[in-house]
């Protein structure tokens, strides 16, 4: 298994977004948890493109500190909702005959969703820890209702396994 951390970056892990502190937390429990027992932990940074304030070298695409890379991590810069997007994590995914993939971080209704998606449709299992993923209200959708559309809805049973976060550290104990 791998966990893949996606979006953790300073201009979008605010407090705006829902649940922002037991969503932190939850994060960095299962990435030291995952660290502890050798699972590897990958990273993705959205590149939203030039003057948006979201892109390489914008202190809002920096990774969030509470859940920094270690040194010898790796970190994908995406440009695209899916991680998928980004040609070598897929190369790299492929060598390393990995199949199965904790997913973490944010949005749930944009990259969280789209990595998913794409993830299950190239045949990977995907597991998606209860509360490790958020997002901001839309027009149409609280957080929290668009949190639960998904994991409850749209994921679960069909492009993913939703578990609990207790489930969720034991897999990365068991790995």
């Not at 790299?92 to 993830?119: H, P, W």
């Not at 597991?127 to 490790?132: E, N």
């Not at 997002?135 to 609990?164: H, M, R």
Request: negative net charge; hydrophobic residues 40%; proline residues 2%.
């Amino acid at each position: 298994m791998k966990l893949l951390v996606i979006d953790m970056q300073k201009g979008l892990a605010i407090d705006e977004l829902y649940d922002f502190d037991g969503f932190m937390k939850k994060v960095v429990r299962l990435i030291n948890k995952a660290r502890k027992n050798n699972v590897e932990v990958i990273y993705f940074q959205h590149d939203a493109g030039a003057g948006t304030g979201l892109s390489a070298g914008d202190e809002a695409f920096e990774i969030a500190d509470r859940v920094a890379p270690k040194e010898s991590e790796k970190v994908y810069v995406k440009t695209i909702n899916s991680c998928f997007g980004n040609a070598d994590f897929v190369g790299y995914l492929k060598r390393s005959g990995e199949k199965e993939l904790m997913i973490v971080g944010l949005q749930t209704d944009f990259c969280i969703d789209a990595t998913i998606k794409s993830a299950f449709e190239k045949g990977y299992k995907v597991f998606v820890p209860s509360g490790a993923n958020t997002t901001f209200d839309n027009p149409l959708l609280s957080a929290d209702k668009a949190c639960k559309y998904f994991s409850e809805w749209i994921w679960q049973g069909s492009f993913a396994d939703c578990v609990s976060f207790a489930a969720a550290l034991k897999l990365l104990e068991h790995n």
